[in-house]
């Protein structure tokens, strides 16, 4: 497999609102707007930097594992996303060299793209995303 890109960074905070201003004033990206992708009880927001993204996560319940992450971790780098031409041909190579999957077949993301995570204890302890069709 080859990936083409960093499609961007995920970073876990409690509120998207009061981070904002650090992003889109302080660093001066452009705030692209946010997203609630119900299935994983996240909302995102994306700030565009070059040809990747900044994508804050907060979680809509107490139950979403993004906030199970801030209550073991607190607020920080939750995942890196890289673009891949072909999910499902990626995550075949992958099985292909056992390396350990959370998401053996595609799901929903942000921006309508379909996303599949690499499990963090093969990545060094770094939640990988692999994506693929973002409308960005
Ligand atoms: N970074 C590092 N390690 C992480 C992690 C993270 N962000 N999230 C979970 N882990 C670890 C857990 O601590 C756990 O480790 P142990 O086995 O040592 O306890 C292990 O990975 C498995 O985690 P889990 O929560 O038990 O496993 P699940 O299969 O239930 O869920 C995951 C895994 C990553 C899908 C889920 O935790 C998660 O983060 N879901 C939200 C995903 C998300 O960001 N969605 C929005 C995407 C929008 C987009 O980018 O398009």
Redesign the pocket.
């Known amino acids: 497999m080859t990936t083409k890109k960093i499609n961007?960074i995920?970073i876990a905070v409690k509120n998207i609102e009061t981070a904002t201003p650090f992003y889109r004033d302080v660093l001066g990206m452009n705030f692209e707007g946010t997203e609630e992708?119900a299935e994983?009880q996240?909302r995102?927001a994306f700030f565009q930097v070059g040809e990747s993204r900044i994508?804050l996560?907060e979680p809509t319940s107490p139950d979403s594992?993004?906030a199970?992450?801030l209550e073991?971790n607190g607020e920080g780098i939750?995942?890196i996303?890289y673009e891949v031409d072909d999910l499902e041909a990626a995550l075949a190579d992958l099985q292909a060299k056992e390396v350990r999957l959370?998401d053996k077949t595609p799901r929903k993301?942000?921006h309508g793209?379909s996303?599949a995570?690499v499990?963090?204890k093969a990545s060094g302890?770094?939640?990988t995303?692999l994506?693929h069709g973002s409308k960005h």
């Open positions: 961007h995920g992708v994983q996240v995102v994508e996560l594992p993004v199970k992450f073991k939750h995942h996303a959370i993301g942000a793209a996303i995570f499990h963090p302890g770094v939640l995303e994506c």
